[in-house]
Antibody
């Protein structure tokens, strides 16, 4: 069974760094694209960026370029999303999702989401 | 402002049929890129409902169907059930090399 298991909820103060994770199992890691999606409470889904299997450098949405960093540790089949300095406006649920063999494919399996709360 | 436009809300009585539209442009849906649909029930992660315009993943009832024409796509839900209540999102790819979501449609079963 394909599973994406995300790290637990976080409560952090503005200016603090943070790294959340998404551990993948049930298929050969990095044979599919992996995507991060943000959902601000009460709002819609926003594409943040994606990893492709053949390229170690992620593609970022212009809205998130420079605001977050996506990384991967292939040895433990885990992808990460990190912030150097959180803002209150980063408060949201963050989902990782498996995409498929192409950037135009659907997000067929989703993690359970990580709620990040940034508050002083 | 989302790149793909959906109605904010739709509603229907149990057993009825509703449709949700997703309007894009010549840089995404109109360029021939596939449209996918997701269902997000309250307090849960999104779930793939329709992929590549018309295809249902295993386990999705045939009450759900998708279509695409020109710069738009639609999701139809027939035989509405109370458990269908939630948010529905369309998604496609854009020639600006980004993936784009619709703003979401809240389905209320009356």
């Amino acid at each position: 069974e394909v599973q994406l298991v995300q790290s637990g909820a976080e409560v952090q103060k503005p200016g603090e760094p943070l790294k959340i994770s998404c551990q993948i199992s049930g298929y050969i890691f990095f044979t599919y694209w992996i995507t991060w999606v943000r959902q601000v409470p009460g709002r819609g889904l926003e594409w943040m960026g994606s990893f492709s299997p053949g390229d170690p450098d992620p593609r970022y949405s212009l809205s998130f370029q420079g605001q977050v960093t996506m990384s991967v540790d292939k040895s433990i089949s885990t992808v990460y999303l990190q912030w150097r300095s959180l803002k209150v406006s980063d408060t949201a649920i963050y989902y990782c999702a498996r995409q498929g063999l192409d950037a135009t494919d659907a997000l067929d399996v989703w993690g359970q989401g990580t709620m990040v709360t940034v508050s002083s | 402002q989302s790149v793909l436009t959906q109605p904010p809300s739709v509603s229907g009585a149990p057993g009825q049929r509703v449709t949700i539209s997703c309007t894009g442009s010549n840089s995404n849906i109109g360029a021939g890129f596939d449209v996918h649909w997701y269902q997000q029930l309250p307090r849960t992660a999104p779930k793939l409902l329709i992929y590549a315009n018309v295809n249902r993943p295993s386990g999705v009832p045939d009450r759900f169907s998708g279509s695409r024409s020109g710069t738009s796509a639609s999701l139809a839900i027939s035989g509405l059930q109370p458990d269908d209540e939630g948010d529905y999102y369309c998604q496609s790819y854009d020639t600006t090399l980004t993936e784009v979501f619709g703003g979401g449609t809240k389905l209320t079963v009356l």
